[in-house]
């Protein structure tokens, strides 16, 4: 790679966990925060990325890719001797993340185990899993505005944060390059049981009061039954959202099918389980030419290898289409789907 310098036509394939075929026009890796003020002017379409698990490439990008590489983490006491302040830098593993602060005994995001990608990322997409989201523990960011050409400082209530959404993902995407985030966590470990899947794992295993660690081994034991390793099968995570919606719409859905898993939300609305409407219509474990649906995970689309944007497609519009018809639910993606009217 050149030192400092961009690498032209550049394969994104091993950049992607769903791992597409596609080329980027170039890709320059930042990893030092004063790359990004003295970053040249691009005339074409630019993309920020960082570990990929929640992009999808469904055509070259003939702009310009920005890769988020940079590394750092440190800790501050806050509030007394119970709450830390978690700074980390954007590059930084989010799993590994999770395990450092275990090893030190800070805790808060012991249920964000195993996702995937980087800590610069999480904001963005708002990561949440087995009853905890990031906002939850989220303190503050830092970012290059590149619409500005300013550091910006923001916090909680600057970032729109929504389900598996923020102001980075689809209000101001791509114009803020995240460099750290700061994070409250607590020496006290007050473990979060609210969801139903944990809890029925924790009572199966005969653990009632689970430590951290046993926490963090129960979770991950879920993710790795109902999600596969991205190294090891090529996928996004989660595909679609949770679909949230009005009493009458969900009324419908359970009427189709009474034993759908839902969780009324605080404004009356109610959120409904995406994969199991997809189990529900026969689409566990089909497969479309190299593209199909995991068999733990009605969920979690794959790419079993040789996949291509057109199967993708295809597969997408079958399963929303499906789910409309049967539920009145419009499924959304999760991940960010570069399209090539933006290439």
Not at 126 to 139: H, M, R, S, T, W
Not at 207 to 226: D, F, K, V, Y
Request: proline share 6%.
């Amino acid at each position: 790679m050149p030192e400092g310098g961009p690498i032209l036509d550049a394969d994104l394939q091993p950049l992607s966990t769903f791992r597409l075929p596609a080329r980027a026009g170039q890709l320059l890796i930042v990893d030092r925060a004063e790359q990004l003020e003295q970053l040249a002017n691009f005339d074409g379409p630019e993309l920020i990325l960082g570990g990929g698990s929640n992009t999808v490439f469904l055509d070259d990008f003939r702009g310009r890719i920005l890769l988020s590489r940079m590394r750092g983490l440190r800790f501050e006491s806050i509030f007394g001797r119970d709450k830390v302040l978690a700074r980390v830098a954007a590059g930084e593993s989010w799993h590994g993340l999770v395990r450092r602060c275990l090893d030190l005994d800070l805790h808060g995001i012991e249920n964000l185990a195993l996702i995937p990608g980087s800590t610069g990322a999480a904001p963005i997409q708002n990561i949440g899993a087995y009853g905890v989201e990031l906002d939850q523990v989220f303190d503050s960011l830092t970012a290059w505005d590149r619409q500005r050409s300013r550091w910006v400082e923001l916090d909680r209530s600057d970032c729109s944060f929504g389900y598996r959404d923020s102001l980075f993902k689809s209000i101001e995407p791509d114009r803020f390059f995240i460099t750290e985030v700061r994070l409250r966590l607590s020496r006290r470990f007050q473990p979060c049981l609210d969801y139903s899947s944990l809890r029925d794992a924790l009572t199966h295993a005969h653990i009632e009061q689970p430590t951290p660690r046993q926490l963090l081994a129960t979770i991950l034991r879920l993710r790795r039954h109902r999600l596969p390793d991205p190294a090891r099968l090529a996928n996004a995570g989660s595909f679609f959202k949770n679909p949230i919606v009005g009493q009458r719409i969900a009324e419908h859905a359970l009427h189709q099918l009474p034993e759908l898993p839902h969780w009324r939300m605080p404004d009356g609305r109610f959120k409904l389980a995406a994969g199991a409407m997809i189990e529900h219509l026969g689409y566990k474990g089909k497969c479309l030419d190299g593209i199909g649906v995991y068999q733990n995970h009605a969920l979690v689309l794959i790419n079993h290898g040789g996949g291509n944007a057109q199967a993708l497609r295809s597969l997408i519009e079958q399963i929303t289409s499906a789910v409309s018809d049967e539920f009145r639910v419009l499924l959304e993606p999760e991940p960010r789907l570069i399209e090539p009217s933006r290439a």
